[in-house]
């Protein structure tokens, strides 16, 4: 059974990029054997989303300002191809951290 893992995509509207970072996600994490539930959102959105709902992740396409002590990687590498493997590194070895 794939270990489930909440994921808030930002970027500045909330509407494309961040869309396509989380269905990106989404195929890269359940290859890794994760169930990746995505929520995307603009830059401004963070801190009421993380009141809201708890995540393990943020991958953002924009800057943010706060990342509520949630590990935050930028993803524009998920976008451009150019940085892919180092991204997934670095947000696996976050969530083993978290014991996922």
């Known amino acids: 059974m794939a270990t489930k893992i909440r994921i808030l995509s930002i970027c500045g509207s909330g ?14 994490f359940e290859e890794k054997g994760y169930d990746a539930e995505t929520v995307e959102a603009n830059s401004s959105e963070v801190e009421s989303c993380c009141s809201r709902q708890q995540f393990d992740l943020i991958a953002y396409a924009s800057p943010i ?10 993803a524009i590498g998920l976008i451009t191809g150019m940085g892919e493997d180092e991204f997934m590194e670095e947000a696996i070895a976050a969530l083993h951290k978290a014991g996922k």
Do not use: E
């Open 15 to 28: 509407v494309v990029t961040s869309s396509m970072v989380a269905s990106k996600l989404k195929d890269l």
């Open 65 to 74: 300002n706060d990342n509520c002590g949630i590990p935050a990687f930028n």
